[in-house]
């Protein structure tokens, strides 16, 4: 590891004031976030990485190289943003990403665009034409404004470059990686400052607040408009929050906030690991991994956005999205889905009434995400069912158990799944954790692997009866009813939107928490109201070191 990458790592953790990319002088140095800012902070996903950059430089400059693993803590990786750590591997890939994209920044496709204005000299350094880009982009980066300081350390670092390589691109490509790859834009901060208001507490600054409520509701930086709120001091007061959340839901972009929530709730980073045998499975072509995760954010975003539908019906609802390689897959019609080599086209879809299809668990999102490359799992369906969506733990098995009843397929004593599942519960061990799952998962094993839809496994007629609190059903279903009908599924799903936007599980006990999900049911449970009232509560975040909120922080 170089000496720069490892004073690189030292700047993300708050401890040294950035450099910049290579080796740029001291006076390029900017202010580092202090360690309290650090604690809590969220770190960028990569989609909000992504979405952030087309918002600054436009859709023609790609982000292109690979984000290290992200962490799932409490089944949300946005609460893995705020906990996990940046390895050295992880740096280098930002500052590989950051390099990449300030070169094409200022390339010559796109440089007379984004630029914004011609240098008297390509060879030579123009520190009126730097300073005029940086106050540009600078604050849309960073998502506040910039000090006189470090918009100087940009021009400075970008003259020095611009005259070691008698090129003033190359001196601006510099300049704007080291920003790129500064905390100040990887990381969004909850920095607190004194309420003027009342005496004693803080409040959030408020162009903190207003990238807290831009990446919530549309998973990406603050426009200006909210930028311009932050600054006026709107966002100090409780209308003027209000205002601003109502504009962010009213807007077709509160779509990228969901399938940002969804995407996350539902752990679809997950898909990179899926592969299926195409020799058992050939329908399950591979681009059905990203189409099945399309599918489900289509159908949550119809009926969440759209439609302002009671969220317990997405488990239940016939209505859905399909293309030709899905509808393939589900062995369903569909008409004018493309063909002769033209792009696939997304159809709206409505299941038959009384189709075990229907509803998000039945989609291929679900049913293949959560089983093993040959075979079905039950246990593991039923672990995600349980909490992905109903945010109830489930333990882990004990490090000693035996799998050689569940993995053996071929074992003519034991023809369908539930056989297998019988017989490995006869283990102690094992009855409990089971007792939790399988009861869930074997109400969808008429969905193979790969999603297909069966009535037989082996030739024996599949019993996908189960029960959930007491409350027994029988198939896909039944399944979807009870689930449509347990008070932990709209619970969850709030719990899972608080996490979204703080990196925090919410106080449950907190008066404020129990009115907002109070709210969430008098609104039919209503997403985006849901969203609202998270968006303009004032709950502190977890750590006891955190004070609450002034109310006039909204």
Request: aromatic share 8%; charged share 25%; glycine share 6%.
């Amino acid at each position: 590891m170089s000496s720069y990458y490892k004073r690189l790592a030292t700047v993300i953790a708050g401890v040294l004031p950035i450099v910049g990319v290579a080796a740029l002088p001291s006076s390029a140095a900017e202010p580092a976030a202090s360690a309290a800012d650090m604690a809590t902070s969220l770190r960028l996903s990569p989609t909000q990485y992504q979405l952030t950059m087309t918002d600054i430089f436009g859709d023609s400059v790609k982000v292109q190289g690979r984000f290290e693993p992200e962490l799932r803590d409490q089944g949300m990786l946005a609460i893995g943003e705020r906990t996990a750590n940046i390895t050295d591997s992880g740096l280098e890939a930002y500052d590989e990403i950051a390099r990449d994209v300030a070169s094409q920044v200022v390339d010559e496709r796109h440089r007379a665009e984004l630029i914004g204005c011609k240098p008297s000299s390509d060879t030579a350094r123009d520190d009126q034409c730097a300073r005029s880009f940086f106050t540009r982009v600078g604050p849309l980066l960073y998502r506040r404004p910039l000090k006189d300081d470090e918009l100087q350390a940009r021009v400075e670092a970008a003259g020095t470059e611009a005259d070691r390589r008698h090129d003033f691109y190359a001196g601006v490509r510099l300049s704007l990686a080291a920003m790129i790859v500064s905390p100040d834009f990887l990381f969004r901060f909850r920095r607190m400052e004194p309420d003027p208001a009342h005496s004693g507490q803080e409040r959030m600054n408020a162009y903190d607040k207003a990238s807290e409520i831009s990446y919530f509701l549309w998973n990406t930086a603050p426009d200006s408009e909210l930028i311009d709120a932050a600054k006026s001091g709107q966002l100090y007061t409780q209308a003027g929050v209000a205002k601003q959340v109502n504009r962010l839901l009213a807007s077709p972009r509160i779509a990228d906030g969901v399938r940002g929530l969804f995407s996350d709730m539902l752990s679809f980073t997950d898909f990179d690991a899926v592969s299926k045998d195409p020799n058992f499975f050939p329908r399950y072509v591979p681009t059905i991994k990203e189409e099945a995760q399309e599918q489900t954010l289509r159908t949550i975003v119809d009926h969440v956005v759209v439609r302002h539908g009671d969220y317990r019906d997405l488990y239940t609802t016939p209505h859905t999205f399909l293309n030709k390689d899905l509808a393939a897959l589900y062995a369903v019609p569909l008409v004018d889905a493309g063909a002769n080599g033209a792009p696939q086209r997304w159809l709206p879809y409505t299941y038959p009434a009384g189709d075990p299809r229907a509803g998000l668990l039945a989609q291929a999102s679900f049913t293949t995400l959560w089983s093993p490359s040959g075979r079905t799992s039950p246990t593991v369906r039923g672990k995600a069912l349980r909490q992905n969506i109903l945010c109830e733990k489930v333990p882990p098995p004990p490090g000693n158990v035996s799998f050689k009843f569940v993995e053996d397929t071929s074992n003519p004593q034991y023809k369908t799944t539930r056989d297998r599942l019988t017989a490995h519960r006869t283990e102690p061990m094992c009855a409990g954790c089971h007792k939790l799952t399988d009861p869930l998962g074997l109400a969808l094993e008429n969905f193979d692997s790969a999603g297909e839809f069966r009535t037989q496994e082996n030739g024996v007629n599949i019993d996908a009866s189960g029960d959930l609190s007491g409350k027994s059903f029988d198939g896909p279903q039944g399944l979807s009813q009870v689930v449509h009908d347990d008070p932990a599924l709209v619970s969850c799903v709030a719990q899972r939107a608080f996490a979204f936007e703080t990196g925090y599980m919410p106080p449950k006990d907190d008066p404020q928490w129990q009115q907002i999900q109070q709210k969430f049911a008098a609104s039919h449970y209503d997403v985006l109201e849901l969203l609202r009232q998270i968006a303009l509560s004032n709950l502190s975040y977890s750590p006891p070191e955190q004070k609450m909120l002034s109310a006039a922080n909204h």
